[in-house]
């Protein structure tokens, strides 16, 4: 079993920025990737940003590309998502989500991941 606890939502200003930690309670986390994904008020989850588990392979949605940067520290357990130029349409929960490392299931798929965290909310707003 795969714990996830998300960390560093908060209330951010247009324009300014966040970062937000997701921390694994896995011996083996350098076989996992990891997906950050969002979930607005009324809307379905999306994803915002995945990662592999060698830490170079990622993949942004073309929202976020430019302004969000993802990346990972395998001796700590953690992913990291910073998050820069933030626009209200950003507020949403974000969840950290891990599955064992595959080349065979798409990154971007929500059902492709085994173990979620339990969400930190993001407000931005000024």
């Known amino acids: 079993q795969v714990q996830l606890v998300e960390s560093g939502g908060g209330l951010g200003q247009p324009g300014g920025s966040l970062r937000l930690s997701c921390v694994a309670s896995?011996?083996?986390?350098?076989?996992?990737?990891i997906g950050w994904f969002r979930q607005a008020p009324g809307k379905d989850r999306e994803v915002v940003v995945a990662?592999?588990?060698?830490?170079?392979?990622?993949d942004y949605v073309d929202s976020v590309k430019g302004r969000f940067t993802i990346s990972r520290d395998n001796a700590q357990n953690t992913v990291y998502l910073q998050m820069n130029s933030l626009k209200p349409e950003g507020t949403a929960v974000y969840f950290c989500?891990?599955?064992?490392?595959?080349?065979?299931?798409?990154?971007?798929?929500?059902?492709?991941?085994?173990?979620w965290g339990q969400g930190t909310q993001v407000t931005v707003s000024s």
């Open positions: 990662i592999r588990w060698n830490g170079v392979n990622t």
């Open positions: 896995v011996h083996t986390f350098s076989t996992f990737d």
């Open positions: 989500a891990a599955r064992a490392s595959t080349y065979n299931r798409n990154l971007r798929l929500r059902a492709n991941y085994d173990y």
